[in-house]
Structures are given as C-alpha cells and as structure tokens.
T-cell receptor, first 113, second 111 residues
Framework: EDQVTQSPEALRLQEGESSSLNCSYTVSGLRGLFWYRQDPGKGPEFLFTLYSAGEEKEKERLKATLTKKESFLHITAPKPEDSATYLCAVQGLYGGSQGNLIFGKGTKLSVKP | DVKVTQSSRYLVKRTGEKVFLECVQDMDHENMFWYRQDPGLGLRLIYF???????EKGDIPEGYSVSREKKERFSLILESASTNQTSMYLC??????????FGSGTRLTVV
C-alpha cells in the first residue's frame, strides 16, 4: 500500500536556525513527489515537484531533495514568515487517471523571531 | 495561473440541512477532487472525478455525494448535515498525471 510519513509532526526554530523536514514514502513506482505549504485557514500552495532520485529544487530559503525512499525539505536561515504547515505527497505510476496523490499529515513549522 | 475557486470561505448550517459546496476551475483540468481536513487526521479524500459525469468514491464517502455536470465544476453535497461533518473542505484540480492545485477552502460548521 502506498504510504507517506512526515517527521517531525511539529518543529520550532529560532529565526536563522537552519533545519530539515523529512518525508518517507513507499510507492509502487514513483511518478512524482510534491511539496506544498499551507497557511492556517487556507488551501495548500504548491512548492516543488521532484521526479527522480538525486533531483533537487530550490526556492528562496527552501531546497527539496529526493532519494529512492525519502525526501527532505531543507530550510536555510528561516524567517518568521516561513511558519506554516508543510505537506508532502507522492503520486504513483499506476492507478486511475495516472495516479491520485497520497498525502502525509504534514509538519507544522514555527519560526520565532 | 490556474485558479480553483470555492464558492464560500465560511458556512454555518443546521443539522439535517442539505448543503452544497461548489468548486470551479478555469484551466480545463480533467481531474477534480474533494478533501476534508481535520486536526491530526490530515487530508482525507471524499470523492474524485476524472471526467464529466464521472465520479469515484474516495476514502470517506459516507454522508456525501458529488456532481460533475460540466468539466469546470465539481460540487460536493452533504445530503443531511451532521455535526461530525464540521470541517475544512478543500477542492483541488489537476491535469492527468500531474500535481494538484487547491482552492482556498471552505470552513463548514454544522450546529
């Protein structure tokens, strides 16, 4: 069964304190791995898609990396405005209409000034 | 930019009412989805659709139904609202084989 596990559930950082969020997955053939950011009371907002092991994507203070079993979202020198819940999702090669996304439960990041 | 528009940000309904949540996307996406999101439970898939007039049950379809009469519109219907359906409801759309674009969500409270 396809599965996504994110850790930690919650992470508190001081402004400028770099860290990483983990997304472990099992899927029978990976079509893509997705990262989303969700602010309280809003819908998830797309950040990155990764397709193959070794791939990396960057956006401002965020960098996403992918291996065959997990993905990391690295946050460098975070600011309070990076506080949000970060969701990871995988899409398998098989299944109807080329695969629904399977979501993790998210990591809630708080960055204190 | 792709837009997914949910008709209401906040709704308050009474127990037993029939409730309609509307979702419209403007980028000709084939796939559309309805999720609910509750603290500690994450996103749970209610129903999805790969084409007009087509629907499939997700993980928690009980108490819900859907309608997709036009490609751009996907409606979620609560046949008889109950307090345990108080939640954040999220609509999403995608082209085949790609990631989702989400709407801004509807916070539904059933009293």
């Amino acid at each position: 069964e396809d599965q996504v596990t994110q850790s930690p559930e919650a992470l508190r950082l001081q402004e400028g304190e770099s860290s990483s969020l983990n997304c472990s997955y099992t899927v029978s053939g990976l079509r893509g791995l997705f990262w989303y950011r969700q602010d309280p009371g809003k819908g998830p907002e797309f950040l990155f898609t990764l397709y193959s092991a070794g791939e990396e994507k960057e956006k401002e203070r965020l960098k996403a990396t992918l291996t065959k079993k997990e993905s990391f979202l690295h946050i460098t020198a975070p600011k309070p405005e990076d506080s949000a819940t970060y969701l990871c999702a995988v899409q398998g090669l098989y299944g109807g209409s080329q695969g629904n996304l399977i979501f993790g439960k998210g990591t809630k990041l708080s960055v204190k000034p | 930019d792709v837009k997914v528009t949910q008709s209401s940000r906040y709704l308050v309904k009474r127990t037993g009412e029939k409730v309609f949540l509307e979702c419209v996307q403007d980028m000709d996406h084939e796939n559309m989805f309805w999720y609910r999101q509750d603290p500690g439970l994450g996103l749970r898939l209610i129903y999805f659709s790969y084409d007009v007039k087509m629907k499939e049950k997700g993980d928690i379809p009980e108490g819900y139904s859907v309608s997709r009469e036009k490609k751009e519109r996907f409606s979620l219907i609560l046949e008889s609202a109950s307090t345990n359906q108080t939640s954040m409801y999220l609509c999403a759309s995608s082209p085949r084989g790609n990631g989702y674009t989400f709407g801004s969500g509807t916070r539904l409270t059933v009293v």
